[in-house]
C-alpha cells in the first residue's frame, strides 16, 4: 500500500497483487433464472448439474464459485455457494449463452444439498456469480492442486481449463479420497499423468501404496515434477477444514512458501 | 424450481437475512495457510494518522483493561454464531492511547500472513469493535485466528482480521484483501452487503 500522505510509515505486509476486476455490467452481480440441462451423478453422494447461463453472461476464471438460492414455502430463500467444475466456455459459447457445471456433495442433514440432488433437466435454479478473486488459476503460473475429497471441485475447473486449451503450464493435482468410489471424476482422472490419487481408507487392488492420509512423501516427488520447491509454484489447497490445515502445513514444511499457498475451506452446506 | 418447506421453528430474530444458525459449529474459512505465532515475539501496532504510533507487546496488552463481547457474529458464507463470547482489549482502550488525528477517517486492520481489511473509523470506535484472545473462555485456536485477531461483531466477519498485527489509521478508504477481489467494501449483514455493489 502505498499513501503519499504517510511517506514515512512502513509497508504493510501483503498477499499478492490485487486486480480490482469491476464486471462490465456493473458491480453488481445479479441473480439469474437459468436451466438445469444435465445432470450427472460423480459418486453415490455428489452430483454435477449443468447450468445454461443467459447468453452474455460472464464466465467464470476456474476457482471460482457461484451462489444458488431456491426459495422456501414461506418465501424466504435458503442460499450457498458452489465451485464450478467446468472449465469456462470461450467466447463463441458465452455469446449463445455459457454453460457451467456445479458439483454438488449431498450433505445429508443439509438443507439445499438435497434439494439439488433432486432437480431433474428442464429444472430452473436461481444463482449469482461468479465470485471469488484469490482461488482462482488463469493458466499462467506453474500449479500444485491438492484436494480433499469434494475439494477436488475448483481444482478439476483448473485442470480442466489446461486441457481445453493445451496450455503447457505446469500443473498437477493430487486429490485425497477416503476409497475409490468417493473419487470425482473418475473417468477423467483415471491413468491420468497431471493427477495422482492418494487413498486415505481404501486403496484400489493392486495399489502400491497403502491407504494412508496425504504425506509429505506424495507430495514432494510432485513438486520436484513442477520443476521448483521452495518456490516458483504456486499452491492450491481445497478441502474440509482439517484437510486444508494438514495440507497447506505440509506445502510450506515443503518449502513453498506461505505467500505462495492459496487455500480454500469447504464447509458443511 | 424447487422448492424447500418452510423452516419448522421461527426464525431467530438474530439472524441477519439469508443467515443461517451454526449452532454449536465454528466453521474455519481463511484464505491463507494458519501461520504460527510465537507471542514472545509477536506485537500489536497502530499507526498512520496518530498522534503517537504504539506498539504493544504480549505482555503490555494483557496489562490493558480487559473487555468481552456476547452477543453474535455473521460470515459472509451464510452462517451465524448466536451467543458466542470473546475476550481481549476494547479498541477504544488502544486507540486512545495513540491519540486520533481528526483528519483520519478509515482504518486497515491487517494481519501478519498479509491480510488486510478496511473499515470506517466509525465502524471500530465507541464500543463496536475488540482485539480478542479467548472465545468462550479458551485462549482463540490459530485456525480462529489465535492466538490475537480483530472482532468487529457488527460486520461480516471477514471484517475481524485473524492474526492480527495492527491497525493503521488513514484519511481515505483502501479496499483490502476481499474487498479488491469481489467483496463489498463494508459488509453489513442486516443489509446483506456481501459482494461488491450489494
Redesign the interface.
Known amino acids: 500500500m502505498t499513501d503519499p500522505a504517510l511517506p514515512s510509515l512502513p509497508a504493510l505486509p501483503a498477499m499478492g497483487p490485487a486486480a480490482r476486476r469491476v464486471p462490465p455490467a456493473g458491480a453488481r452481480r445479479e441473480w439469474s433464472d437459468v436451466e438445469v440441462v444435465a445432470v450427472r451423478d460423480e459418486t453415490a453422494h455428489a452430483r454435477t448439474v449443468r447450468l445454461h447461463l443467459p447468453p452474455g453472461a460472464e464466465v467464470h476464471v476456474p476457482g471460482q464459485h457461484y451462489v444458488v438460492r431456491i426459495p422456501r414455502e414461506d418465501g424466504s430463500w435458503a442460499q450457498r455457494s458452489y465451485s464450478a467444475a467446468s472449465a469456462p466456455d470461450g467466447p463463441a459459447e458465452r455469446a449463445a449463452g455459457p454453460h457451467v457445471e456445479l458439483t454438488v456433495e449431498r450433505i445429508d442433514d443439509g438443507e439445499l444439498s438435497p434439494a439439488l440432488h433432486g432437480v431433474t433437466v428442464g429444472d430452473r435454479l436461481s444463482v449469482r456469480g461468479p465470485f471469488g478473486g484469490w482461488f482462482v488459476w488463469r493458466g499462467d503460473v506453474p500449479a500444485l492442486l491438492v484436494g480433499g475429497g469434494s475439494g477436488v471441485v475448483p481444482l478439476m475447473a483448473m485442470l480442466r481449463h489446461r486441457r481445453r486449451h493445451g496450455l503447457t503450464t505446469p500443473l498437477h493435482l493430487v486429490v485425497s479420497v477416503r476409497g475409490p468410489e468417493d473419487l470425482f471424476y473418475a473417468d477423467e482422472l483415471a491413468g491420468a499423468p497431471e493427477a495422482t490419487v492418494v487413498h486415505t481408507r481404501v486403496a484400489p487392488p493392486g495399489s502400491a501404496r497403502p491407504p494412508a492420509h496425504l504425506s509429505a512423501a506424495d507430495l514432494q516427488p510432485v513438486l520436484a515434477g513442477l520443476g521448483a520447491t521452495g518456490g516458483g509454484v504456486t499452491g492450491y489447497v481445497c478441502g474440509s477444514t482439517g484437510f486444508a490445515e494438514h495440507a497447506g502445513q505440509l506445502l510450506v514444511e515443503l518449502g513453498v512458501p506461505s505467500g505462495d499457498v492459496r487455500v480454500e475451506r469447504f464447509g458443511p452446506s | 424450481?424447487?422448492?424447500?418447506?418452510?423452516?419448522r421453528r421461527p426464525?431467530d430474530p438474530r439472524l441477519p437475512p439469508?443467515q443461517?444458525d451454526a449452532g454449536d459449529g465454528f466453521?474455519?474459512?481463511?484464505?491463507?495457510?494458519?501461520?504460527r505465532i510465537d507471542l514472545d515475539t509477536w506485537s500489536f501496532r497502530i499507526?498512520?494518522?496518530v498522534d503517537t504510533p504504539v506498539t504493544w507487546t504480549w505482555p503490555q496488552l494483557r496489562a490493558l483493561p480487559p473487555a468481552t463481547y456476547e452477543g453474535d457474529i455473521h460470515c459472509v458464507?451464510?452462517?451465524s454464531k448466536l451467543g458466542t463470547s470473546f475476550t481481549g482489549v476494547s479498541v477504544d482502550t488502544l486507540l486512545a492511547q495513540a491519540g486520533v488525528q481528526g483528519r483520519a477517517t478509515h482504518v486497515?486492520a491487517?494481519?501478519?500472513?498479509?491480510?488486510?481489511t478496511n473499515l470506517p473509523l466509525e465502524h471500530v470506535t465507541d464500543g463496536l469493535a475488540w482485539v480478542v484472545w479467548e472465545h468462550e473462555g479458551r485462549p482463540l485456536p490459530p485456525?480462529h485466528g489465535g492466538p490475537v485477531r480483530m472482532l468487529v461483531p457488527h460486520l461480516y466477519f471477514w471484517k475481524s482480521a485473524k492474526w492480527i498485527?495492527g491497525l493503521?489509521l488513514?484519511?481515505h478508504d483502501?479496499?483490502g484483501?476481499?474487498e479488491?477481489?469481489?467483496y463489498h467494501a463494508l459488509g453489513d449483514p442486516w443489509s446483506e452487503q456481501r459482494?461488491?455493489?450489494?
Open positions: 424450481m424447487p422448492i424447500l418447506p418452510g423452516r426464525r439469508g443461517y466453521p474455519v474459512l481463511s484464505a491463507e495457510v494458519t501461520p499507526d498512520g494518522l458464507t451464510t452462517w486497515v491487517w494481519s501478519v500472513t498479509g491480510y488486510t485456525e498485527g493503521r488513514l484519511d483502501e479496499p484483501f476481499w479488491t477481489r469481489g459482494y461488491d455493489g450489494d
